[in-house]
């Protein structure tokens, strides 16, 4: 998706800063000490972090991660959704299952039976517009959410939860 961010930073006129950790190839381990030193190296620099799916990032290295995002009050946004907001992200969409990405499935399969052809069909999902937000990661930041935007929010979790 960092296309999509790219395309959105080009019309709105901001700036896109990256860091690649190692993702494959290498230990789980690494992949998150990567993941954790780009999250230090790009706070200080940063007014929000896009945290993407990566194999580095997942509920028992959450706390690592987003330390120095508490600590310089950088708002997150999580493109693997809900449990990464559970566990201290600020916001992302939320999917309470997976009955929409399976009705879209469906939805390809039946006109490829009827005729299509695959390549002429859309092949890109998009998730229903739904909001998680995480409140303690609010407070942490100092972020008070506006009134829309918590009428609005689908799953809120009022902590940071901690991984088994």
């Not at 190692?22 to 993941?35: D, L, M």
Request: include cysteine.
């Amino acid at each position: 998706a960092i296309a999509d961010v790219e395309k959105v930073a080009a019309e709105k006129g901001f700036e896109v800063l990256k860091c690649e950790a190692p993702f494959s190839g290498v230990e789980r381990k690494v992949a998150t000490i990567g993941v954790a030193k780009c999250y230090v190296e790009l706070t200080p620099k940063v007014d929000a972090i896009y945290v993407t799916v990566h194999r580095g990032v997942y509920p028992e290295v959450m706390p690592k991660i987003l330390a120095p995002l508490f600590k310089h009050k950088i708002p997150s946004f999580s493109q693997r959704g809900p449990v990464e907001v559970k566990h201290g992200v600020l916001l992302s969409i939320a999917r309470a299952d997976f009955t929409e990405v399976g009705q879209w499935h469906a939805a390809v399969a039946a006109r490829i039976f009827n005729g299509a052809k695959p390549r002429d069909l859309n092949q890109i999902f998009e998730d229903p517009k739904k909001i998680a937000l995480n409140l303690k990661t609010a407070l942490l930041i100092g972020y008070d959410p506006p009134v829309d935007v918590l009428g609005a929010a689908d799953e809120i979790y009022e902590e940071i939860a901690q991984a088994n």
